[in-house]
DNA sequence: ATTCCATATTCAAACGTTTGAATCTCTTGA
DNA sequence: TCAAGAGATTCAAACGTTTGAATATGGAAT
């Protein structure tokens, strides 16, 4: 195994201008002890490096020191719209102490999320951000995780009860504004989809909106009320709201609203609508939740909820680096948790209800027509 | 240096049952000469392997082999929905390999994108897929990567006559495959939204509208031509969009149909004409190009070229392993090129143009009460 | 008995770095 | 003249693994 061609070592540096590998590594590596290295010695060393266009090896590197400058980022989907602004905030955050996010997609597979949870055992990852997933059991997640004594930190699912650090939208305080919002147009007949049962947000954004129903004294009606089906797709979310839409038309009960787990559905539910002729938000407002980039550029603009997704990102990337060197000085295994402030997002998809007459009138058209 | 408790390595498990370091290594890495390893040695090295929690260390593992299982997947913008099919599709042909993508973001940002290309070289990635840019001059990047010869592709844009493997949609074809969709359905009266300047996919894609608007015997009129501002935001192209539409109507020329650079752009189209009152796509036809989520899921559909991205994504994903193994083998530095055949796909924001009185009629209203 | 082979296992060097300790060469102060 | 320190550089071991070569063990064939 002869050394390849262009791969340059320290040696290679420190035969070229006579020094020892020891003198480059220290000059190269910005050591404390370069303090007293000759300044000429350094600028030569440094000069050669250029020259000969030397690149340390991160893993002669990171198998001497056990540091190799890398947090690993598990998202569950990638091309869930919702993950990629908290992948943003968390290279932000890691960008300043010149962290690497080793970025892995597991594609709501689970095949694919063990072997890079391998993958990130293996790479001694100093710490691991999990954007969240239903999906899974994390619990040998956090054992294998956990026993290598990575620092973890969970991002959209509250795990504090198993001692992990998370960080997730107030749902409940999401699903309440959302409500909010529609009974302070002046809708009563609020339609609501729910989303899949095995999700973790589900329960506490309907708790939401029952509250905001109860103090604006709402009665919501079951037969208004529709849960997705479990879902691998991200963005199944659509058909599932295109579903319910013909479905809530179909039943010919009268509604002025609708309230959609998150904005994929609020997007099928609108289209669901629109097939039928009714004009959003004229004839019915839809409320979606998340505030992805979908919702934003379709006309109308869907009316939602944001999460704070890349603040989320960049202090879930803050409490790791600061879990790792509270670990390095003491051992300091405080859990953390923060529940992010849902923020409304007005845009177009939401407005008064029409006269009661004229609406009335309107969805019986409409429902004979459909 | 003490090692860290929870650490467990090749010498942790030749201790615990009793062989050296090199039996318990060529069984836990199926090396050729396990075959000559005592079953009874092998089963009791790997379940105490397992036991111990055993991982093996990437680092050690191949600052010695020189082979890590690793392809570098440089995107400029993982926030442009372009990125992600492509991702998936080299994470598809990675896979049966048992390669690993090492995913990083650039954030349309230089100085991100430099300091990943060093990462990269540091950890000695064996391949690099780019998913281009126009922003950089990926000169030094080819200067840098291949001096320490590692394989790369760029999917994108052609960089053939640099001599590296190219991947791109056949810009010119679906130039005019979307052109001729509008004529042939009717239009005559077609505005054109061409890409910013220094993207390279914008002129193909105007020469193919031009030769399908020659082939239908259809004058362009160049007052219905616009240009997108050269952007760093990839989701900006709503806002160009919107802003064009806008200009259009006040312009006061007539026109029955958009073709619009790319799906955002397409989707600012519609929300600016539907702002004026104009119905998609009864008053106006808008189709754009890519294909990404939020064109799907808006209402109306857009209709759009398809660029099978997952499918160029695998593709590359085979070269580079490819050229990886011809290159263990020969000098095999043969550049390869693929233009992939872009696809119509239409969805309901294009149909026949609506007579052409009554068109004329609804036109004047719309701008005099704008 | 000796040689030879196959099977099972170990030796020891190497990969490219980092780093605590060691060495060497000057100054400086007494 | 010597000790003490500071400044500049090097030694050598270590990180955890892989791997070509070497060794040990037991037959079987000569």
Known sequence: MQRKPGHVTLLDIARACGYSVSTVSIVLSEAPLSRNVAASTRDQIRSMARQLGYHP??????????RNQTIAVLAYDLSDPFCLPIVHGIQAGLQPQSYLPLLVDAQTQRKLFDSYLKMILERRAEGAIVIASWIFEETNLLEDIEKNQVPIVIVGRDLTEKRVSSLLVDNEAGGALAFRHLADLGHRRIAIIRGPEELFDTEPR???AQRAAAEAGIAIDSRLVFQLPNLTDPTSGFDGGLHFAR?????????????AFDDLTALGVVRGLSEAGLRIPEDCSVVGFDDVLPAAVATPGITTIRQPLKEMGLLSA??????LNSRDQQRDKSVHLYKAPPELVVRN???KPASRRKARREKSRLIVSS
């Open 57 to 66: 090896d991160a893993y002669a590197r990171s198998l001497r020191s056990r």
């Open 206 to 208: 309907w708790a939401g």
């Open 247 to 259: 479905e809530m038309l179909a039943s010919g009960r009268s509604f002025t609203a609708v309230l």
């Open 318 to 323: 803050e409490w790791t680096l600061q879990a």
């Open 349 to 351: 998809s939401t407005a």
